[in-house]
């Protein structure tokens, strides 16, 4: 979506799924994001936060919270799905608002993920990410390809859509590799887990090889540790054992497989590191509440 505001404005964005399924599909988590092309704008989180952003910022919601933008984000703000104007024709819904003050064009977009039963790197995520133009390294390369977007927007090109998909994917990219950077020694979570490099030696050889049988004892052998030693770093980092961490990553691509592939479940149960179809079943309900049968139908 492209926006077009003069000041003085202000409006109330929640971006519901249902709204992107024209996009996206069914899905059941969107995480929306605004580009500034031109002028500047404050951003108001529900919780007090505040800030501004300008030319070549952009900021991203990752649980999708409600928040407020404008150019005096006092002023009572109208919700931005009454204002929205939807293009005859195909292209770019918009929004223009205010008139006679200065103006700010922004460009805005979201992204689904899936909730299966969780989305382990969105769920690490913070309330906000931001991607600042004047002291981030990528800047350059996202404020051209952005403007360059918003140029090809305005003049009505086709595949103005794909272009916007694809730049969407990538902002989400660098906003998640900006924000694990930035992590100091004591966070903890999914994404730091990823700055210890014996913990992600470990995550990457789970995920890697999914159905292998592991054990406590071969995990830490590949990894270089000892499996007491690999086991508080888990605890203090990811808050969880590395075998619990592999039985949480085998049921989330469960789920994913349930969902979006047609195999069956004695295969899926065999590429998650199940030999038997009943233990599988007996983990997945488990954490999923309900048999995968069960849950596959209902989520179809």
Known sequence: ???????????????????????????????????????????????????????????????????LLGSDVSRAPLPSGDIVEHPVEGGLDSIKLGEGGPRTRIICGFLGAEEVPRNPVVDALPA????????????????????????????????????????????????????????????????????????????TLLHARIGEPWTPDDLARDVGLSRTALAARFYQVLGVSPMRYLTNWRMHVAAYELINSSKSISQIALEVGYRHETSFTRAFTRMMGMPPAAWRRQRK
């Open 128 to 203: 906000v990410l931001r991607l600042n133009a004047r002291d981030h390294s990528s800047a350059e390369w996202i404020q051209s390809t952005f403007r360059y977007a918003a140029e090809r927007i305005a003049a009505g090109r086709l595949g103005s859509e794909v272009v916007m998909s694809k730049l969407s994917e990538l902002l989400f990219i660098e906003a998640i590799q900006h924000y694990t950077e930035s992590l100091i020694g004591e966070e903890v979570g999914w994404l730091a887990g990823l700055k210890d490099r014996f913990v992600s030696r470990a995550m």
């Open 1 to 67: 979506m492209q926006g077009q505001f003069v000041d003085p404005w202000c409006i109330s964005v929640k971006v519901l799924p249902e709204s992107c399924s024209p996009y996206l599909g069914d899905t059941a988590h969107v995480i929306p994001y605004h580009f500034i092309v031109e002028g500047h704008l404050q951003v108001r989180m529900e919780d007090g936060l505040q800030f501004e952003l300008g030319p070549g910022d952009s900021v991203m919601f990752p649980h999708n919270d409600l928040h």
